[in-house]
């Protein structure tokens, strides 16, 4: 009985995990950031950087993280070897991840690195309170 009960909380909360939603280029976010009022979250990454894969295995998918990025940004991962860069944004770290206006046109913040999950939400904190400041 306990090993049923053990893999219905289990199933339950992979269920109700949140989870990032990406798009699939970056015409597609910007369409999206202005359809739904939220900002573009790009993550540069590269295929053999282990802290790029660190920063969405580890960060990316604590529940906290993934909800407030749902909440407020379209995600976008863009592959610095295999995808274009958005013209006008470039960075020679990875993994970077580059906030940018709902209109596609304006980088807010840039934040190299990987982050734990703790200090990635001080920095979407961080991130928001620019945003507002530059709306003003």
């Known amino acids: 009985m306990q090993k049923v009960l053990f893999l219905l909380f289990f199933l339950y909360t992979i269920l109700l995990a949140e989870t990032i939603p990406?798009?699939?280029?970056?015409?597609?976010?910007?369409?999206?950031?202005?359809?739904?009022?939220?900002?573009?979250?790009?993550?540069?990454?590269?295929?053999?950087?282990?802290?790029?894969?660190?920063?969405?295995?580890?960060?990316?998918?604590?529940?906290?993280?993934?909800?407030?990025?749902?909440?407020?940004?379209?995600?976008?991962?863009?592959?610095?070897?295999c995808d274009l860069l958005p013209l006008g944004i470039n960075t020679n770290v990875v993994p970077t991840t580059i906030f940018i206006s709902n209109d596609g046109k304006k980088v807010i913040k840039k934040v190299p690195g990987y982050w734990k999950s703790e200090d990635f939400i001080s920095w979407l904190d961080d991130v928001k309170k620019l945003h507002k400041n530059n709306q003003k």
Not at 30 to 48: F, H, P, R, W
């Open 22 to 81: 990406w798009a699939e280029s970056y015409p597609q976010a910007v369409k999206m950031a202005k359809k739904e009022n939220k900002g573009i979250m790009l993550v540069v990454t590269a295929q053999s950087c282990s802290w790029c894969k660190k920063l969405k295995q580890r960060t990316l998918q604590d529940q906290s993280v993934a909800k407030r990025v749902t909440s407020e940004y379209i995600a976008l991962e863009l592959v610095k070897e």
